[in-house]
């Protein structure tokens, strides 16, 4: 086998100007392609890396914000159970001083009734006393004199 030089040197200047059209028309193309798929990664990683620092500072702020409104809504209970206490606890004392008001009247009354009933009592005996003693004696008394005669006695008997 032999080598025939100008054969090797048509095969290679064929191949350099095949590298050369490949070159221009395929591996730059096919490089800029491959650099700018690259730098798209490496913004979508850049901009990702962004996004989660971004949501952790908001997850990191609405914690706080979760944490404020969970104490908050907690002190809003307090102050309402605080508030319903005080409410109650007025209720309450508003019954008690109603109900010692109406056991005061309904003493008063009674007292007022069982001092009516004793009057009418002691004013039925003095009129049956000076009944009994005018058919005792068959006789008419002063009224006047009959009433103090036993007003007399009732206070000495103690009725």
Known sequence: MEIEV?????????FLILFLILKHYLFK???NMIDKRQN?????ITKT?????????????NEKILSGAKDEGKNIVEGYKV?????SNDIVKGARDEADTIIKRAKTEAERQTEKAADEIKTQIVDLAVLMSAKALGETIDEDQHRRLIKDFIVKVGI
Do not use: G
């Open 40 to 44: 798209e990664i490496i913004d979508k």
């Open 83 to 87: 508030k319903a206490e005080q409410l």
């Open 29 to 31: 193309p096919v490089n």
């Open 49 to 61: 890396d962004e996004d989660m620092k971004k949501a952790e500072a908001l997850k990191s702020e």
């Open 6 to 14: 100008s054969k090797l040197i048509a095969t290679l200047i064929n």
